[in-house]
Structure formats: structure tokens, C-alpha cells
């Protein structure tokens, strides 16, 4: 017996280094495999092993000749139990004389799951997979697999806070975007518009607030869904996600556009599309509805305080918490609209209509330019500069289709006018061909583990901004604290390496850094000190040059 073993060890190491005559190794490898989950009061983790026709892998024993399947695990907050092994299949060389005993086909290496607290955000399960495959010769092989266990967990849950509080989180965080400057030009719009209601009856101010309510609602439910059909499919994503796409800004820009004509009076229309019309006639939910829609559309390239946890724990949670935090974030942001319209004692406190509005209509108008000529800018540096010529020929031809509009609705034949608005509209969209022939290189980023871990080593602390183009907070912060002389004497005198993680388009590795911080979305801001390598420092979304210069003062090391 023990000569044969030694002979099929021999034989096993020809045939692993010397393909079959006339038959290459194969590529790829004749073995995938995908990690499966069991969560639970007994969590369990496993690796699906699916095994080419012809081919087998071997088990934990071998029998006379092969090498042992093994697997080794990594993962956040968690610790794998020892591999449980199926009962193998014999495989009987004749030739050789020799028996091993394997898998074929499909067969699942499952162990037992040690699962602690862990932040909100994703949390990875890593595991590298070596084999030996044989047929008629044997491939030597491993699989690197990962995947996001958060999901299964449900983020809340596994984060350890309770559901009741990431809500009330959620609906605080809706609340404070009432404040960020994305939201303030429609915020206006509204406002005056409930405004221009006083002395109205009762049931229209209601309709207006209800209607109000349900756009941003039904908006935030529909990111909420996009959200989880993209996770379904195998897609992650972030808090602001769709200003990575060119189209979306673009496409919320020209809607901009068109709403400035029609509060300078170029054109008017009719309550369903009365977005934008303020000191008007009384119109129904419909125009308020459409109101909610744009909120939320301008809103998510905004962070605001308390957000960060609650969209961090919504984004890595089964489907119902999803839904139910995003359902929160809109209350909150619905939320003091709703108030003037149910109670009437706090409409004392907004100005009365009159003359004045014909040019508050006007300065709201502006005001909405503005916020189109930012996400032209977006769009730009996502695009490139030829993309964002096409986008002006874009909104030049919107705004002549709108003249277009306006003066013929003041002729008798208004049929014959709306055609021909809708042919001259129809011509926008012919300069947008270059968008797909275009796109501008992404930002630099400085970030990346590697970085930090090699400044640390050189016993430099490290600042690390992660931020984008399209995020309004970010911007706000680099221009005012960010750039300030204090805090860069204080970057300077710590000797801080500052990094920077653009997340203007889609990275998939800042999406990852970001998650393992326990947030969705941008800005964030990390502190790392020689003295505390494992021990990072968040601070809060929105800084204070005060706040960042006694951040960066507290070195671990100096006990502070």
C-alpha cells in the first residue's frame, strides 16, 4: 500500500505540472463558486461550489492521492467555525491503482458563524478558496470571493441600535434638509404659495399640503424601490447615486429651466402643471404634488446632521427597512409645509399676498437659474466640456420652445401653436449626441488604504475628506472651513497628510471605505493618529472651523 500511495503521489505530481498530451490546462478554471448566507439564531456561512462535467475536486481526506479543499475565512465583526465537509464521492484510477475521494458537480462547504455588533454599513465576508481539480489532467486552483452580509442582517439590527431610534433618526434628518440650500428654492416656492392662500377656505389650503406631502413621499418611496432593485441585481450604490449619472442633472436642470420662463411670465399653464406658479389662481393638489417630486429631486446631493446614520443603515437593510426609512426621511422633509397647512394659526407668520409677488415671482426665478447653472456645472464635470456646450444648445432651444409656447397662447390658434411648440422642444434633445461619445476623466482621489497605512507608518497623521462635485455640504465645507487659514496652520503644524476621496462618478472602492464607516453617502470626515492606527476618528457632516481645529489638536498620544 505504501508504494502505491508513493507511486500515485508521483503520478499526481506529473500530471500537475505536465498537461495531457494535446490538451492545454483549462481557462478559466473548471471551478466557480458563490458564498451563501444562513442568518438566524444559527448563522452559517458556505461556499457553492459549482465543478465542470468531467472534473472533481477533493475533500477534507483524500484517500491515496490528491490535495485537500480548504477554505479561509475573513470577516467583519465575525469569526468562521471549522469547515464541515459532505460526505465525498470515491474516484477509482485504475491504471494507477489508486482511490481518492472528492466532489463532483455542485457540493457546499458550510461552517458554523460567530457573528458580534458592528457598525452600520456593509459588512464583508471574505474567503479564499484552494483546490486541485483533475480530469485527465489536474489544474491547481483559488477562488477569491466576497460578499455583503448587511443585507441578510438587516442594518439596524446588525448595528445594534433599535428600529424606533433609526427612525426617529430618519425623520429628524428629513427635517434639517429643510435647511440645506438644495432644498430652499422649492421650500420658497411653497411657502409663498400657501402664502397666496390666505383667506382661501379651508379645504384648498389642506389640498395643497396633502398634495405636497404625498409628491415627496411618493418620491422617496420610489428612490427607496430603485434602491433595492439595484441591491437585488448586485448593485450598490450610495446617497445621492443618480448625480453620478450625466442625465440626471441635465434632465433636473432643463425642468429648472422651464420653471424660471414660467415664474418670469414667458409662458403659463394650467394647475396640473403649475409647478411653479406662485401668486396665481387657486389650483389643485396637482401643482403642489409636483412641488413634493421636485423637493426630493433636488434634495439627496445634501447631507444634513442625523442623515448619515439613518441612510447608512437604510442602504445596507432588508427591503422593509428601506422602505420605512425613506418613508421617515420624506415625513421629515414634508414636515413643516404640512404643519402651515394644518394649522392655520402659524399661516399668520408667513407674509400676506399683493403686488409684491410679481417680483418675488420674479427673484424665485433667479433663483432657480442658479440651482440649474450648478447642476450644469455637475454635469460638466461629469461630461466634459463638449457635453456641456451640447447641454447649452439644450436649454437655449427649452427656453425658445417655451417663447415659443407663451406667444401663441396669446393668439387665436393655439392648436396650431402647442404643435408647434412641441417640434421646436422636440429639437433640444439632437444636441445631446455627443453625451455618449464623451465622458471627462473622474476626479483625482489621493484616498486609499494603502496611503493611509504608508503615511502612518511615516508617523504622519492623516485627514481624509471623503466628497463630490454634486455634494452642496461638501462644497459648503471646503469653501468655508476647509480653506480657512486656521485650519490649514493646523493641518501644517500636526504635519497632516491630507488625502482626498472624490466620489463625484461612481467608485466602487469609496463606496466600500464609505460603508465601512457606516455611511451611504458624502461628506465624511476621517482623523487617523500614528499613535491609534486602528482607531479612526469620524467627525460629524457638517464642520465648524472651530470643531475641526480642536479635532485635529487631540492626539491620542497626548491623552487628550
Known amino acids: 500500500m505504501g508504494t502505491k500511495r508513493w507511486l500515485g503521489g508521483a503520478a499526481l505530481a506529473l500530471v500537475c505540472t505536465t498537461p495531457a498530451a494535446g490538451r492545454a490546462a483549462p481557462e478559466p478554471l473548471p471551478v466557480r463558486g458563490e458564498i451563501e448566507f444562513e442568518s438566524g439564531a444559527s448563522p452559517r456561512l458556505g461556499v457553492r461550489l459549482e465543478i465542470d462535467p468531467g472534473w472533481h475536486i477533493y475533500g477534507e481526506e483524500v484517500g491515496d492521492v490528491g490535495l485537500p479543499t480548504r477554505l479561509d475565512w475573513k470577516i467583519d465583526g465575525g469569526s468562521v467555525g471549522p469547515t464541515e465537509y459532505p460526505d465525498p464521492e470515491p474516484f477509482a484510477d485504475a491504471e494507477a491503482g489508486v482511490t481518492s475521494f472528492g466532489y463532483a458537480g455542485r457540493v457546499v462547504l458550510s461552517s458554523p458563524v460567530a457573528l458580534g455588533p458592528w457598525r452600520d454599513g456593509a459588512r464583508m465576508a471574505r474567503v479564499d478558496v484552494r483546490f486541485l481539480a483533475c480530469s485527465n489532467v489536474c489544474v491547481p486552483g483559488t477562488l477569491a470571493l466576497s460578499r455583503d452580509l448587511a443585507p441578510a442582517l438587516g442594518g439596524a439590527a446588525q448595528a445594534g441600535l433599535p428600529f ?23 421650500l420658497a416656492l411653497k411657502a409663498f404659495a400657501l402664502a397666496d392662500l390666505a383667506g382661501r377656505g379651508r379645504r384648498e389650503v389642506l389640498a395643497h399640503g396633502a398634495g405636497y406631502v404625498a409628491g415627496v413621499l411618493v418620491s422617496m418611496l420610489a428612490l427607496a424601490l430603485v434602491v433595492i432593485a439595484l441591491r437585488a441585481g448586485g448593485t450598490a450604490v450610495g446617497w445621492g447615486f443618480q448625480f453620478q449619472e450625466p442625465a440626471y442633472p441635465l434632465a433636473v436642470a432643463g425642468l429648472l429651466v422651464v420653471l424660471a420662463l414660467n415664474l418670469f411670465g414667458v409662458f403659463e399653464v394650467a394647475a396640473p402643471a403649475g409647478l411653479a406658479s406662485v401668486g396665481a389662481g387657486a389650483a389643485g393638489a396637482s401643482r403642489s404634488f409636483l412641488d413634493g417630486l421636485l423637493a426630493v429631486a433636488l434634495a439627496t446631493p445634501c447631507s444634513a446632521p442625523f442623515l448619515g446614520t439613518a441612510v447608512g443603515v437604510a442602504f445596507a437593510s432588508r427591503a422593509p427597512e428601506t422602505l420605512a426609512i425613506f418613508a421617515a426621511l420624506g415625513i421629515g422633509l414634508a414636515l413643516p409645509l404640512a404643519l402651515v397647512a394644518l394649522a392655520p394659526g402659524l399661516a399668520r407668520f408667513l407674509p400676506r399676498s399683493g403686488a409684491w409677488m410679481a417680483r418675488l415671482r420674479v427673484v424665485l426665478g433667479f433663483a432657480l437659474l442658479s440651482s440649474a447653472a450648478w447642476l450644469l456645472w455637475i454635469f460638466g464635470r461629469l461630461s466634459g466640456v463638449d457635453a456641456l456646450a451640447a447641454a447649452l444648445g439644450c436649454m437655449v432651444a427649452l427656453a425658445f420652445a417655451a417663447w415659443v409656447f407663451g406667444a401663441l397662447q396669446q393668439s387665436e390658434r393655439g392648436g396650431r401653436g402647442l404643435a408647434l411648440a412641441a417640434c421646436v422642444a422636440l429639437l433640444a434633445p439632437v444636441g445631446l449626441r455627443p453625451l455618449s461619445q464623451e465622458r471627462a476623466a473622474a476626479g483625482p482621489s489621493s484616498y486609499s488604504p494603502e496611503a493611509v497605512a504608508t503615511e502612518l507608518r511615516d508617523g504622519r497623521p492623516v485627514f481624509v475628506e471623503f466628497t463630490a462635485d454634486w455634494c452642496l455640504t461638501c462644497k459648503a465645507n471646503e469653501r468655508l472651513v476647509l480653506a480657512s487659514e486656521r485650519v490649514k496652520a493646523a493641518l501644517a503644524r500636526r504635519r497632516f497628510a491630507v488625502l482626498k476621496a472624490d466620489w463625484t462618478r461612481r467608485d466602487e472602492a469609496i463606496r466600500l471605505e464609505l460603508a465601512r ?25 457638517l464642520i465648524t472651523v472651530d470643531s475641526l481645529v480642536d479635532a485635529l489638536g487631540k492626539d491620542p498620544s497626548d491623552g487628550a
Request: with cysteine; glycine share 8%; charged share 10%.
Open 517 to 541: 464607516f457606516g455611511r451611504a453617502g458624502v461628506p465624511l470626515y476621517v482623523l487617523w493618529f500614528p499613535s491609534a492606527p486602528d482607531s479612526p476618528r469620524e467627525l460629524p457632516e
Open 164 to 186: 424606533p431610534r433609526v427612525l426617529a433618526l430618519a425623520l429628524l434628518g428629513g427635517l434639517l434638509l429643510n435647511l440645506m440650500p438644495c432644498v430652499l428654492p422649492v
